[in-house]
């Protein structure tokens, strides 16, 4: 008989598809608290028996994974399961601070978030930021296209692989971070983004490798931690920073074929900071209205980040039509998505007391990994 070494994770279900159930007219809707809890009970790939309180996972689901490891894992679920479009920053902190809160005692060995796919790859991003530097264990997010009370559930799956990293990976220090599990693929948190509505393949991390593939074998890419570049600015990381949903005065700029100077305006008007999704290469036309519109903004010390909209696109200073974005204040965000971009600006337009060159400071270092700068491209960049 294995000698077990057991892990811990704790499951946080905070709502989403993978725990609606049915309602009336056979439209999906959340569930009694509960009812998720006792459906993992009927599925036996999640579920072995109940040791003191915590449900074990099969001993044979683990089998592939390193080290003789029995997972053991506690659900709990909110008292009203948030749809995932409703997420606002708020709702970031809740759930960074039920994280630390639960993390305190030290019980935990890692910890599974789940969420509704809409948004999940915005708060995945937002989660990367506010416990950067708090916590060094695994922190992933899943759930499901289709609700674990319906058969051909995608659920099972993505709960089992995120039980196996946050359990069995939970000691492997390049997965000591904020990830998204789903579909047979771990992606950094904060370089994931929704791209399919039909499929249980609904994310892809365009950019960058994932972390970790699970087919015949599981098969680990990553092998060192997230770059940091913040080393200098850890007092802006601690105490914890909340988030509020009134002060992150973002804005997305989305640039297209005709865009007006009012609508432009009217966007940088009271804005905090602009994610400017920009054309090809980050490119942005330089327009008379629209140099004035930004150089003003900058003026007003509103922070501009740079993210390419295209798919698989790389924000590069190469051509002249956009050279002066640099007297506007731009930061180019290089390989950042755009939901890393809106939830960097968030929060570090909300860190108290500090001067707004070392906001613009900050945009433009990689804190935990979500962008890769020319100069330390490596493997895990797809570029």
Known sequence: MKDLKEKKVFVYYTGGTIGMVPGPGGKLIPGRRGDFTNEIRRHPELYEAEKDGW??????????????IRVLYHIEEVLKPIDSTKM??????????????????KEYDGFIILHGTDTMAYTSSALSFLLHGKIRKPVVLTGAQRTLFEPRSDAVDNMLGSL????????YAPLQQVSLFFD????????VTK???NSFEAFTSPKFKPLVEMGVDITVNCQCVPVTQCENFLDCFTPFLPLSNSNSDVRLIFLYPGIQEEFVRSALRGAGG????????GNVPDFDWLKSAMIEAKEREVLFLNCCQVFKGVVE???????????????????????SALTKLIWVLQIPNIPYKLRREILEKSVCGEMTLPEERDEGSLE
């Open 195 to 197: 791209f399919d509505s």
């Open 274 to 281: 602009v994610a400017l999704a920009s054309f090809g290469a």
């Open 164 to 171: 196996l990293i946050a359990g069995c990976y939970a000691d």
């Open 88 to 105: 606002l920053p708020q709702n970031w902190s809740d759930i960074a601070k039920k994280i630390l809160a639960e993390d305190e005692p």
């Open 55 to 68: 449900f074990v996972l099969p001993e044979k689901a683990t089998d592939d994974c390193p080290g003789n």
């Open 317 to 339: 200073a190469i051509y002249d039509v956009s050279s002066w974005l640099v007297e506007a204040g731009v930061v180019s965000g290089h390989d950042i998505t755009i939901e």
């Open 184 to 191: 047979n693929k771990l992606f950094q948190g904060n370089r």
